[in-house]
């Protein structure tokens, strides 16, 4: 069943000269194994992580000490994700690249840019969970760039209301990372390809 | 089927499946080759120097360490790259093609950006 719906998510016949590599390059469905990649790796280090100040890092120590393959997951997780990211602006350029954006996909190109931003936000919103230096001192400079932007800081009191790295603040950003922003994710990428079907297949003009 | 056209299954399904097979298997290698990084816990008593943000943003950090005001180039940017279709008037083509001749001005100026970024 989940084969057919995929199946039917993309055009029952394509034009035979449109099957190279030189005009998508794949980079969306690239990306969006990236994304699956992230969905098992990230499944998986759940098991482990323990979202709370005093607990996160001593988990990830745990991981990557005790755990089989404990180390290879969290740097899969984090490769997928630097990946995922990389191949979203690659596939980005790709589109404005071949004017790819223009009516009648430009409903599309709003889902992709959502797709974009969401992306961006997942991969801040992993950057503190390790609770390190280096997460805590990247998600504070996240932090003052976003203060510094209209409605920053009602924004930066919603995300961290008692500063970084504190007991609500990870908590949050752990809802956002792991159920809220995946979820929209997923959502929007589905939403995406069903638009390609009804922009008439993967390239254009078939 | 019409001449010139060949059914998605397996032809066009094939072709995504070997690319998102290499796609993983690449992944899944690389990952064993390049360890995450782990610092000691964190500490706001300790500031690092440099403080820097997560590599994605650090172009934008860069930006605002000159002027905090420089912030709203990058918004009205992005805003622009939101309204893509609607700001180019180019009519639909009548193939797929890079560097399409009426999106060019906004092609360049896209590869700029990325080429700045990337610096």
Redesign the interface.
Known sequence: MIEDFL?HL??????????TLS?TL?LG??AF??L??LGASGGLLLFYYQPTPAAA?PS??LL?SSVWGG??L???????S??F?VLI?LHT?RV???????????FN??VG?ALFLCA?FE??TG?LL?????????????ME?LH???LGGALRAVLVPD???GPASLLRFYVLHILMVPGLLLFLSGLHFYRIRRNKG????L | MKRGYVKSSPHFFRLITIALGLTAVAVMLLAALVPAPLQEQGNLARVPNPVKSAWFLLWIQELVSYSKYLVYPVLALAACFIALPWLSPAAPQQGACWFPRACRGVSWGRLSHVCWCSR
């Open positions: 199946k993309f055009p029952r016949a394509v034009l035979q000269r449109n099957l005009y794949c469905g690239l194994t990236c699956m990649l890092y990830i120590l990557e180390r290879y969290r740097s899969l997780h984090r490769l997928a630097h990946f990211l602006v350029l404005i690249l071949t004017g790819a954006y223009q009516k009648p996909r430009q190109w709003l840019c961006v991969g801040y950057y390790p609770m390190d230096q280096l997460a805590l001192w990247a998600t504070q400079t996240g760039l510094i932007m209209p500063g970084v790295g993967v390239l254009p003009y």
